[in-house]
């Protein structure tokens, strides 16, 4: 499952918004009621995984630690007490909790980024500033593919 693109969208006073339609036929393509929901770890915003997207993860930071070791202990807890499971209503909105719009300052317009295996939710404003230079997009990509290249 491949989210793409950005859309706009508005929250209303309780925090309910729609997941954008182009997401939710995704969603829905694979059968799912629900999604993880957390903060993201390096930016302001927040995550959206598909429950099977979020497993995975989550058993992957449990396979590089042990019960004995505990600073992977603690990015364990602390990767998975951040996260909440959220439901998508009949109306495929979702109900994002206030401490997370506050979190994010999310007031009531949202940019959803499609990124992969996952939704990211911004401040509009904030999404707006993170769009480089084509550019700078052509610079960063160049030196992926070059890094890539020579690692094969």
């Keep these: 499952m491949r989210f793409t693109g950005n859309i706009d969208a ?3 006073e309780k925090g309910r918004v729609f997941i954008p339609a182009q997401f939710r ?3 829905q393509q694979e059968g799912l009621e629900a999604m993880i929901l957390r903060k ?3 930016q302001q915003c927040l995550v959206l995984y598909p429950e099977s997207v979020w497993d995975s993860m989550v058993d992957s930071i449990t396979a590089k630690t042990s019960p004995f070791d505990p600073r992977g202990r603690a990015a364990l807890r602390g990767f998975v007490a951040g996260a909440e499971r959220i439901g998508i209503d009949a109306n495929g909105r979702i109900l994002i909790p206030r401490r997370y719009l506050d979190s994010a300052e999310i007031g009531n317009e949202v940019r959803f980024i499609g990124m ?7 401040n509009r404003e904030k999404a707006e500033q993170l769009l480089c230079s ?5 610079e960063s990509l160049e030196l992926l593919m070059k890094q890539e290249h020579n690692e094969q």
């Design 10 to 12: 508005k929250t209303d």
């Design 25 to 27: 036929k995704l969603l």
């Design 40 to 42: 993201d770890i390096f």
């Design 116 to 122: 992969d295996n996952s939704i990211e939710l911004w």
């Design 134 to 138: 084509p550019e700078e997009l052509a």
